[in-house]
């Protein structure tokens, strides 16, 4: 037991001093020793002892006392009523949570109140909508070995999404856990940890859950021939744990008098009372079934969030291109842009259904209107089917199928195949809906045992048993104007209140007309109350029968919530139309608004390289963020497959290949693309080497982590690829990184074949144009006014004549003797290389004698001047001239300057 979670290890020792309620506080936390326990007493979840301290610090509330007869300690509670947000912040903190309520009514019991944990909360197995992100799936991964295979499987614990794969290098692995992003990984016994990302919690589950009998067992509860859905053992393994783990933390809501080792038990004993009806349907899928994107090119191409700390949510491409109606067109969306597909008749599929629905403007805008009256139909029948929906639940499943039928209209008439099969499998569930429609109110109650649920006319017991209450209720209401006329007390009143029940009262100057059959209740200040036999009775026959009409209304509730869970697999078909739909018309609404082009998808023959011909190309995220946007043209084909793109920095290379990648990636998703035209072969693989970044906690500077992501390039990129290379060898010498820069470029071209777009500083790497066959450059138009640089943002064949980097200084405001200085430098430079190339060891005749270093007497070189007249200090000058100015980056050269003039002003 973690001594921060639970109780300290002296009361531990003293387990048989404690009082009942820390006795079995202590109990609970022993059971569940890696979570954090919410103890409830009364209206809060209280924390004891360090994991108080803990909770407190954590989620800044108070810290408090308790104290009893073994002594003194701490204490902090959260209300339940707002227990979902503090739970939030404790799984944001790396924590589970084990909730622990009170099983008994604390007036039905002479001693301590039981509780039993009902619930544990990982961040990996949430099923609570408010700890949820709707538009977006929550995963919890299970990998397993099997030999040299790993077994890796996901489950949506919150919708039923399951999927698996295997892999033998542990890097594949690593890629579809960046792609799935999984909140919570459990990992087999002799499982590798290191391809989970480091913002993903690691939970050791127990060992049996991995055996491979046990797993076959379980999955065959599950599925129906399991082991020919799944490839491998390794598959098999990671997918049965995987249900294992979801059993044994959903077991909490049913089993909470169980112990922890119990409840184990009980998933592998394949306790049919642990089993998750809503998982229906498994999905095995090979990665090289879609284009692959590892976390580098994920995070470079911002697909789900900005590079930038503190760039807009908006500013990426599921933000640009998300224009669905509902949370599960969000969630499909989303998945289709983490594995966008490689067979073109599917992806022509999707694009044959946008082009239709872009067209049809009526119908489109018909159809996301509708969408926004369905729900969450995923989350909303695994609620059902773990009995936790309430009345207004399937009041929401009921309204969503009451917009089926408008949907299916609107899809009456479609020409594409992709709509027409949507237009099949569109089921409204009329029986479902009827079902509901029939019994439940329109407008239910939260509570599900409190009455007010079930509809009048369903149910003929039901109805009964509200009669009689209705008539006693009535009776009720007469008795005030009979007892006022019997008693001739004006001022009787007939009440009633939660402890006494119903009662007459009657004010103290009226005592004397109380009649004799009146029986004193309860003694006011100004007044008496008072009960009848008669009144006593029918109080009982109203009491039993509001109580016998709201049990009645719950076990009513049950059997219906039951019926609707036994068709959980027509709803999931359901969703899942409604989710393809949603996102294809998101993706026609977005090609109408912003100009979207169909692109032509050409086959691949055999290893041939890939065609990219893109006419009017503009980056889908940035085009949304600037007043103005400039397109390119792209033309990239197996003998011209290596571009080397040169230009100044804020010319626009960099947002060119993303551009670039994007529109690849867009169009292989199934949507259109912003783009006037292209022509694309679908791309096996997405590489991107693109910005700087470090790992300091790995250990990694930022010139390691750059080799690492070239060392993945070269090592699997193919003909089938497309490489995005940004300022390669910047993080080394500028001779090493030349050299490593022409040596990645010479073997992308003649070892690997990919389709490269090269953006360099490196100037002299243009020249490998004239040698590499598939090689050409390509650089920015720039232009210069006044001193000041002017950045067309266009790109042309050829090389740049320059990299302009003093004036980019300029324009971003460096001091301006820095860049005075710099002027002079490049000047030097320039000077110096001519000469060189000229007569080398010579001076050129033109030179003038006043831009060289002054000489002393002995015919040394002296100093050159600051600006204040003064002598540079002579390492300072000897730095300076040693600087190959030539061969710098702008951005290495104003780093060398900031650093020189910081030795002048010591």
Not at 258 to 279: H, K, M, N, P, S
Not at 297 to 323: K, M, N
Not at 612 to 633: A, C, L, M, Y
Request: net charge negative; hydrophobic share 40%; aromatic share 6%.
């Amino acid at each position: 037991m973690d001594p921060a979670l639970g109780p300290p290890n002296a009361m531990a020792e003293k387990r048989d001093e404690l009082t009942p309620m820390m006795a079995q506080y202590h109990d609970l936390c022993a059971r569940y020793d890696d979570a954090i326990v919410l103890f409830q007493v009364g209206d809060f979840y209280e924390t004891f002892c360090g994991a108080a301290e803990r909770t407190a610090r954590l989620l800044e509330i108070a810290l408090t006392s308790r104290e009893d007869s073994t002594g003194e300690y701490p204490m902090a509670g959260i209300p339940i009523d707002n227990a979902e947000s503090y739970i939030e912040d404790l799984l944001e903190a790396g924590y589970r949570v084990a909730v622990a309520d009170q099983v008994e009514e604390p007036g039905e019991t002479s001693g301590v109140v039981e509780r039993a944990v009902t619930r544990v909360i990982t961040p990996g197995t949430l099923t609570e909508d408010e700890l949820l992100a709707s538009d977006d799936n929550n995963f919890v991964a299970a990998l397993a070995r099997e030999n040299e295979r790993l077994g890796l499987a996901f489950l949506d614990v919150s919708t039923g999404d399951f999927y698996a794969t295997s892999a033998t290098a542990r890097e594949s692995i690593a890629d579809e856990l960046s792609r799935f992003d999984p909140s919570e990984a459990v990992v087999g016994p002799d499982a590798p940890t290191t391809p989970v990302p480091d913002d993903c919690m690691v939970t050791p589950f127990d060992a049996r859950a991995f055996d491979r009998e046990r797993v076959g067992a379980k999955l065959a509860a599950y599925f129906r021939n399991p082991d020919a859905l799944l490839a491998t053992d390794a598959e098999i393994r990671a997918c049965g744990a995987l249900l294992s783990y979801a059993e044994y933390v959903r077991g909490g809501e049913h089993e909470g008098e169980r112990g922890d080792d119990e409840r184990v038990d009980a998933v592998f004993e394949g306790d049919a009372g642990q089993r998750l009806e809503y998982i229906t349907q498994l999905t095995r899928y090979d990665p090289r079934e879609y284009l692959l994107l590892d976390a580098v090119a994920l995070r470079s191409l911002e697909l789900f969030e900005p590079r930038t700390v503190h760039g807009r949510d908006d500013a990426t491409l599921i933000g640009v291109l998300d224009e669905t109606a509902s949370a599960l067109g969000g969630r499909r969306l989303r998945d289709w842009l983490r594995r966008p597909l490689l067979e073109p008749a599917r992806i022509e599929a999707r694009h044959d259904a946008v082009a239709e629905l872009k067209a049809a403007v009526q119908q489109r805008e018909e159809l996301h209107e509708r969408l926004r009256e369905v729900y969450d139909l995923e989350r909303l029948i695994g609620r059902i089917s773990r009995e936790r929906a309430n009345a207004r639940d399937l009041r929401s499943l009921r309204d969503t199928l009451a917009v089926v039928p408008e949907i299916r209209a609107q899809l009456a008439d479609a020409d594409c195949g992709r709509l027409r099969k949507l237009h099949e499998t569109l089921d409204p569930l009329s029986d479902v809906r009827e079902l509901i429609e029939d019994a439940i109110v329109a407008e239910p109650p939260i509570e599900i045992t409190e009455g007010g649920i079930i509809a009048e006319g369903y149910d003929n017991d039901l109805d009964e048993v509200r009669a009689t209450a209705r008539d006693g209720k009535q009776w009720i209401d007469d008795l005030e104007a009979r007892e006022r006329e019997r008693t001739g007390i004006d001022s009787l009143k007939v009440g009633h209140n939660s402890v006494h029940g119903y009662y007459i009262e009657v004010t103290n100057p009226n005592l004397e007309a109380v009649p004799d059959d009146y029986q004193r209740r309860q003694t006011l200040k100004n007044s008496e109350r008072f009960v009848t036999p008669e009144l006593k009775s029918r109080e009982d026959e109203i009491v039993g029968a509001e109580q016998r009409a709201d049990d009645r209304e719950y076990e009513l509730f049950c059997e219906v919530r039951r019926e609707v869970a036994a068709e959980v697999e027509r709803v999931q078909a359901l969703a899942d139309a409604l989710a393809n739909l949603d996102a294809l018309v998101s993706l026609a609404t977005v090609a109408a608004q912003y100009d979207y082009c169909r692109p032509d998808l050409l086959e691949r023959e055999g290893r041939d390289g890939l065609e990219v011909d893109i006419e009017g190309g503009r980056h889908p995220v940035v085009e949304r963020t600037q007043e103005s946007f400039v397109p390119n043209d792209a033309n990239l084909r197996p003998e011209r497959r290596l571009a080397v793109i040169t230009g100044p920095n804020m010319s626009g290379k960099s947002t060119y290949m993303r551009q670039v990648a994007q529109i690849v990636l867009l169009a292989q998703v199934g949507s259109f693309v912003p783009a006037q035209a292209a022509r694309l072969t679908p791309v096996d693989r997405i590489f991107t080497r693109v910005g700087a970044s470090d790992d300091i906690a790995g250990g990694r500077s930022t010139f390691m982590v750059e080799m690492d992501e070239l060392a993945t390039i070269l090592r699997d990129a193919d003909e089938g690829s497309l490489v995005l290379l940004d300022e390669v060898g910047r993080g080394t010498s500028t001779a090493d990184g030349m050299a490593i820069a022409q040596a990645i470029t010479e073997h992308l071209h003649d070892a690997v074949g990919a389709t490269t777009l090269f953006a360099t500083h490196h100037h002299p790497l243009t020249e490998l144009a004239d040698d590499l066959a598939a090689a050409f450059t390509l650089h920015f138009e720039v232009d210069q006014d006044g001193g000041e640089v002017v950045f067309y943002h266009e790109i042309a064949p050829g090389a740049a004549t320059g990299s302009y980097g003093v004036e980019v200084a300029t324009a971003a405001g460096v001091p301006e003797d820095v860049v005075d200085r710099a002027r002079e430098l490049v000047a030097d430079a320039a000077a110096a290389e001519s000469g060189a190339d000229g007569n080398a060891g010579e001076r050129t005749d033109d030179t003038d004698s006043s831009d060289r270093p002054r000489a002393d007497a002995d015919g040394e070189s002296a100093a050159p001047a600051t600006a204040d007249g003064g002598d540079i200090p002579a390492d300072v000058a000897a730095e300076l001239r040693a600087l190959d100015l030539a061969h710098l980056t702008p951005v290495e050269a104003l780093t060398e300057l900031d650093r020189l003039k910081q030795l002048l002003e010591e």
